[in-house]
């Protein structure tokens, strides 16, 4: 028997998957390829190629296109859930941004 817990975000999120780049300020200079899965104004939720620790801030590059031009996204923020999936290789975290920008 499947049931769903009700949603208690607190911003709607938009389903975005999205190749970007992550980088882990505190850690090194590396970039890291992500996919972002999901994002909101406060927050987003990625699957990467390295293991973060809770707490950390990452800051996660991407572009949106629309017909007329590219947009270059920028969000920095700090990392409250490591999610390690069995079935898939990849490592899900949910990023809280504390800066946003376009």
């Known amino acids: 028997m499947r049931f769903e817990l009700a949603d208690r975000r607190r911003r709607s999120r938009i389903q975005l998957p ?14 890291h390829t992500a996919v972002v899965r999901d994002i909101s104004m406060l927050g987003a939720f990625l699957y990467c ?16 296109c ?3 031009r590219q947009i270059g996204v920028r969000g920095e923020g700090i ?24």
């Open 49 to 64: 190629d390295f293991e973060p620790k809770l707490g950390q801030q990452l800051s996660l590059k991407f572009a949106l």
């Open 66 to 68: 629309n017909p007329d």
């Open 18 to 31: 999205i190749a970007s780049t992550a980088l882990l300020p505190s850690v090194n200079c590396e970039v």
């Open 79 to 102: 990392i409250v859930r490591v999610e390690k999936p069995e079935q898939v290789p990849a490592i899900g975290l949910a990023l809280e941004f504390t800066r946003f920008e376009y």
